[in-house]
Structures are given as structure tokens and as C-alpha cells.
Nanobody
Framework: QVQLVESGGGLVQPGGSLRLSCAASGSIFSINVMGWYRQAPGNQRELVAHITSGGSTKYADSVKGRFTISRDNAKNTVYLQMNSLKPEDTAVYYC?????????WGQGTQVTISS
């Protein structure tokens, strides 16, 4: 059993910043990939960023240069620092981890960018 607890979402004005956190707990041996997806109303869920156990990262083109993903392996926690936020970043953000062949998802946290 693996649990993911997300925090850090909220309402911020355009140009502002937010930091999302996701802590994994439970039967964890080794987390291969940790990442964040998002889903806006009417859209499919899309990858925002992910980071491997070795520290390699991948970002969606739309967030490159604005978002930074990082992880603390000792705490089984992944972070997403979001800067220069735009209204089009508004979505529910989901934490995702991959352990062996299994995928786990957080409950989602709302991020709203509006003036």
C-alpha cells in the first residue's frame, strides 16, 4: 500500500509562484520516477515534469524555464517549484510515482492562476 499526500496548491496572480510537494509513504522499496501531471477542464491529463531516481528530468515544453522539479529521496518527496505562472497553468495537479511496474497517483491539488 502506497499513499501520496500533496500540498501547496492554491490561488495566485499571474506572474506569481507556488511550490507543490508530494510525500510518499507506505510499502516503498525504491521509487523509479516521481513526477507531476496536470489536467485542466476539458483537457486530457498531461505530463508537467518528472525526475528519475538518478536525477534526470523531463519537462513539458510549456513549462520549461519556469518550473523546476526536484526530489528528496530520503524523504520520498517530490517538489515542483512553479514560477512566472500563467492563467493557462490553471489545472488540477497530480503527483505520480512509479515503483517497479506500478503507478501511483495523488488525489490532486488545485492550482488557479487569476487576477
Amino acid at each position: 500500500q502506497v499513499q501520496l499526500v500533496e500540498s501547496g496548491g492554491g490561488l495566485v496572480q499571474p506572474g506569481g509562484s507556488l511550490r507543490l510537494s508530494c510525500a510518499a509513504s507506505g510499502s516503498i522499496f525504491s521509487i523509479n520516477v516521481m513526477g507531476w501531471y496536470r489536467q485542466a477542464p476539458g483537457n486530457q491529463r498531461e505530463l508537467v515534469a518528472h525526475i528519475t531516481s538518478g536525477g534526470s528530468t523531463k519537462y513539458a515544453d510549456s513549462v520549461k524555464g519556469r518550473f523546476t522539479i526536484s526530489r528528496d529521496n530520503a524523504k520520498n518527496t517530490v517538489y515542483l517549484q512553479m514560477n512566472s505562472l500563467k492563467p493557462e497553468d490553471t489545472a488540477v495537479y497530480y503527483c505520480h510515482i512509479a515503483i517497479m511496474l506500478y503507478d501511483y497517483w495523488g488525489q490532486g491539488t488545485q492550482v488557479t492562476i487569476s487576477s
